[in-house]
């Protein structure tokens, strides 16, 4: 049996307006949207503010097409692509996490290599942030607004919305 995740995207950005033209840009890749979770404010670290600016938010979006958790490789690197849409002054105005939900954990893309970081391709690694036991639990390596909870309503929401899919798979 063939095994898919829901792709997810996370967004951090100062501008809520641009959630628009990135599902646009972003819907040939993967479909539809079908989960958008609310904005939060991304204040618990200021890694992008220089970059970026302050009054940063973040929000993940799920897409209804399901795919091979192998495509998350060309998914992350692809991205790349459409941050650079963005850019002003060499500078990026949003950054995208590439991503995927099962029924059993949350995982996000990476550039970056890290000790809890498996590598899943060229220059690529799968950092599993929250895993399912009765409810999400965080990674000790998670990021704070992963840890926070905040996000957990969001990511229940599209773990079963993919249960569903599944289902019909």
Partial sequence: ?????????GIIASEEGLLDDIIKDVEGFFGKPDIFGE?????????????????????????ERLMSPESSVEYKRWLAGVEDKYRHSGNRTVNL????????KVVLMSAKHGGNKISVGKNTWADLLLWYNKGWVAQPWAFPDFRDGGYFETFMKMRSRFKEQSKKM
């Fill in 1 to 9: 049996m063939e095994y898919f995740i829901k792709p997810i995207l």
């Fill in 97 to 104: 996490d590439a991503g995927y939900i099962d029924a059993n």
């Fill in 39 to 63: 904005w939060r404010d991304f204040d618990h670290t200021d890694y992008y503010e220089m970059e970026m600016g302050k009054g940063l938010r973040r929000c993940f979006v799920s897409f």
